[in-house]
């Protein structure tokens, strides 16, 4: 069975840096896109970033796009979120999700793994 864990959240300043890690055990790694959305206080979950198997292609929200960066590491079956110039805005819960389409894109529906979240904080 497919599990996704999350990882590297916390309480940060704005203008500050976190690195998010999503580690996927239980599957052949490199044949999983993999996303990230986040959930807002009384927000809707969206869509960040995602990095896809086929040419490990990456996919930005255009709310992100620029100061955050995805990437993946096959070796260690984790994707990494690194979020720069962080903004009070972007405090949420940021869950990754797993699916076996070639492309890591918006629709939550794509995804069929979804990890429990690890909650991001910035203050101003």
């Known amino acids: 069975q497919v599990r996704l864990s999350e990882s590297g959240g916390g309480l940060e300043q704005a203008g500050g840096s976190l690195r998010l890690s999503c580690a996927l055990s239980?599957?052949?790694?490199?044949?999983?896109?993999i996303a990230w959305f986040r959930q807002g206080p009384g927000k809707e979950r969206e869509f960040v970033a995602g990095s896809g198997w086929s040419y490990e292609m990456e996919y930005y929200a255009e709310t992100v796009k620029g100061r955050w960066t995805v990437s993946r590491d096959n070796a260690k079956n984790t994707v990494y979120l690194q979020m720069m110039s962080l903004q009070p805005e972007d405090t949420a819960v940021y869950y990754c999700a797993a699916g076996k389409g070639p492309f890591a894109r918006g629709d939550p529906n794509t995804y069929d793994y979804w990890g429990q979240g690890t909650q991001v904080t910035v203050s101003s």
């Open positions: 239980g599957g052949t790694f490199r044949y999983y896109s």
